[in-house]
């Protein structure tokens, strides 16, 4: 005896149910269910809703106002960027590290729980301070967190850990950790200008 698979014919551009595309199949595959499910289960729905359109805005941290209790005494900004490069071999001081040290160190406060969002512009980086133990991918179009916590000052050096690309070899960070006075002090003068 041959075996003949149901058809199901449509138009050409026309769309089907799902329901209507799975019942040849269950009654083909499974003749003895294919009549009790047709009269006690639920019939397969569209739970998407097809009506609803989802709203997309722009939205930046501008937007939102900043609750007055954390303006309170809040004599500094929580966030401030700058461009740190690379110092040239014929600017080297006596002292200075050739291809770690940098034009303008990133200053951070000791004793205090700092957080880095990173990301990348370009290319993939990687965001590395070893003696601080922080190491993370910087990507564009994605932000990666990492906490820190220093607990004693001084000078530390880090520099990308990731192959750039042509022209992106040596990229240092160095971080120069104080105590919160003396950053407080030095966080209002870059607030200033």
Not at 30 to 53: D, F, V
Request: glycine residues 8%; hydrophobic residues 35%; neutral net charge.
């Amino acid at each position: 005896q041959a075996c003949t698979f149901p058809r199901l014919s449509l138009a050409p551009g026309s769309l089907v149910p799902l329901g209507a595309m799975l019942g040849p199949l269950k009654s083909f595959f499974w003749p003895q269910r294919a009549g009790a499910e047709s009269s006690g289960s639920p019939a397969i729905e569209n739970l998407g809703g097809q009506g609803r359109r989802s709203r997309v805005q722009d939205v930046r941290a501008e937007d939102y106002a900043t609750p007055e209790k954390y303006l309170e005494g809040a004599e500094i900004p929580t966030f401030y960027q700058f461009q740190s490069n690379l110092v040239a071999d014929e600017d080297l001081k006596p002292g200075m590290i050739r291809n770690l040290e940098v034009d303008k160190r990133l200053t951070l406060p000791t004793r205090t729980h700092i957080r880095f969002l990173v990301t990348g512009q370009d290319v993939l980086h990687s965001f590395s301070i070893p003696s601080l133990g922080l190491k993370t991918d910087a990507t564009p179009g994605r932000i990666n967190r990492i906490n820190t916590f220093i607990q004693r000052e001084g000078v530390f050096y880090g520099q990308c850990s990731e192959l750039c690309g042509t022209l992106h070899g040596f990229m240092p960070i160095v971080v120069e950790a104080v105590s919160p006075e003396t950053y407080a002090a030095h966080a209002r003068k870059w607030y200033k200008e």
